[in-house]
């Protein structure tokens, strides 16, 4: 999306080099030849580079080069080399502005060519989650902490299994290609085995499997699994921020696991084994998941998202309207980007 502060700088960028020749030519015939302005008409090639297509700084240079050679003839410059010397800094100041504007053209070219392919990886790696599974409703947010990138290191998915609904959300510890590429590896373990293992214990252990025989040492995930089932949520937590529950009524809660288990990629050195535990969800509750790019989202003075102050934007009676706001207000409070990757989910159990 444009900006009205992108438009406003192309439109200045756009009348900057007719600018610049008109004052120096103004200057040049007030002034007189003794000031000895006239090399700087390559100023209106040399800016004309900056936007557009070579064509643009090609048309201002050769402009560029009439108007110098005309205040050459009217000073009587080409007298003396100071008229020859001008008009070779616009020449070559033309020249060099040509070559940029070919050499940026074919930057912008190859950049688009990248973010299609970042955008089809996005599709391949976090599809888009069904809008309704089983009893709820979804919506997702995915804010990712490099500008130009669609993907990062955070990861959801929602599966109608034959088990009941389940879902993951992650966090790789890590920043880019490496983190997609972890996350890659544990979405498709999970879009496979949601379908196979008969409980979330199995699923998680299937999922420690993938990632520390892949993986190796280098990289740990942390993740919360959930199996949605009638009037309940089951959840297990791998070394992930726990969910936030908000009720019918707008009570909120963070459901805390048993056990503090490590994330995937650790399990297999020690430590507590992951365990489930249950939570009510029925019809007018809802389940926000989100990695610690927004629990961890701090503002200027270093103060944390106040998630749990903040759980009344989720009741807005359209979902993704709903996850819309508190991305927004997340945004808000950091006044700025974002320093780490922010994935959201939210389940919405539909009123019967």
Request: proline share 6%; aromatic share 6%; charged share 20%.
């Amino acid at each position: 999306m444009i900006t009205a502060r992108h438009w406003g700088g192309r439109v200045l960028l756009s009348w900057l080099p007719v600018v610049v020749m008109v004052l120096v030519a103004v200057v040049d015939l007030t002034a007189g030849p003794g000031v000895g302005l006239l090399p700087l008409v390559s100023l209106g090639p040399a800016f004309a580079g900056l936007i557009g297509t070579w064509r643009r700084p090609a048309l201002i240079g050769t402009a560029a080069l009439l108007l110098c050679a005309g205040l050459g003839v009217y000073d009587g410059l080409f007298e003396t080399r100071r008229g020859w010397t001008a008009m070779a800094s616009v020449a070559g100041v033309t020249l060099a502005a040509v070559a940029a504007a070919v050499t940026r053209g074919l930057r912008e070219a190859e950049l688009a060519s990248v973010r299609s392919i970042a955008e089809v990886a996005q599709r391949v790696l976090l599809r888009p989650v069904p809008r309704r599974a089983g009893p709820c409703q979804v919506a997702v947010s995915y804010t990712s902490a490099l500008a130009e990138a669609r993907i990062g290191g955070d990861l959801y998915e929602v599966v109608a299994s034959p088990y009941g609904v389940r879902v993951i959300v992650g966090d790789v510890q890590g920043k880019g290609l490496a983190a997609v590429e972890t996350a890659a590896l544990v979405l498709g373990a999970f879009r496979e085995a949601a379908y196979d293992e008969p409980d979330l214990v199995a699923l998680a252990a299937r999922l420690e499997r993938s990632v520390s025989r892949d993986m190796g040492e280098e990289r740990f995930v942390t993740a919360v699994l959930a199996e949605i089932q009638e009037g309940v949520a089951v959840l297990l937590s791998c070394g992930h921020p726990a969910p936030m529950h908000v009720g019918s009524d707008g009570s909120v809660d963070f459901p805390q696991p048993p056990v503090h288990a490590p994330p995937l990629g650790l399990g297999l050195r020690g430590g507590e084994d992951p365990q489930p535990y249950r939570i009510g969800f029925v019809p007018g509750e809802q389940l926000l998941f989100y990695t610690d790019g927004v629990s961890e989202a701090r503002n200027a003075d270093g103060a944390f998202y106040p998630l749990r102050e903040r759980a009344w934007l989720l009741r807005a009676r359209d979902i993704d309207s709903a996850l819309a706001a508190l991305r927004e207000d997340v945004v808000d409070h950091v006044r700025g980007p974002v320093e780490d990757d922010a994935a959201m989910l939210l389940l919405r159990y539909q009123q019967q």
